[in-house]
């Protein structure tokens, strides 16, 4: 059974940082897409960044400057290093995993939450 477990959030600043991290267990990790996603009041959640097995990186072209996607195979981690951050990226954070030989088995955690405030 595969999980994902997201941690790290918080309360920060503006402009501060925050570095998210994605657990994913009960499989082979490198063989995995793991994207993070926010949840937009009113809408669906938002795609924010994602890293493939092999460690291609996509961003929200609104975050590209400011968020930084990474994955250590070694401890089935991916991170999620947020900076500069502001008052309109306060949500929750959501981790997916995706297996790449079939793109019909995700897996969701349960969500981290972000609080940008002075």
């Known amino acids: 059974q595969v999980q994902v477990v997201e941690s790290g959030g918080g309360l920060v600043q503006p402009g501060g940082s925050l570095r998210l991290s994605c657990v994913v267990s009960?499989?082979?990790?490198?063989?995995?897409?793991v994207e993070w996603y926010r949840q937009v009041q009113g809408k669906q959640r938002e795609w924010v960044a994602s890293v493939s097995g092999g460690g291609t990186e996509n961003y929200l072209q609104s975050v590209k400057e400011r968020f930084t996607i990474s994955r250590d195979n070694a401890k089935n981690t991916v991170y999620l290093q947020m900076n500069s951050l502001r008052p309109e990226d306060t949500t929750i954070y959501y981790c997916k995993a995706i297996r790449e030989s079939d793109r019909t088995l995700a897996y969701w955690g349960q969500g981290t939450r972000v609080t940008v405030s002075s």
């Open positions: 009960g499989s082979i990790f490198s063989a995995y897409e």
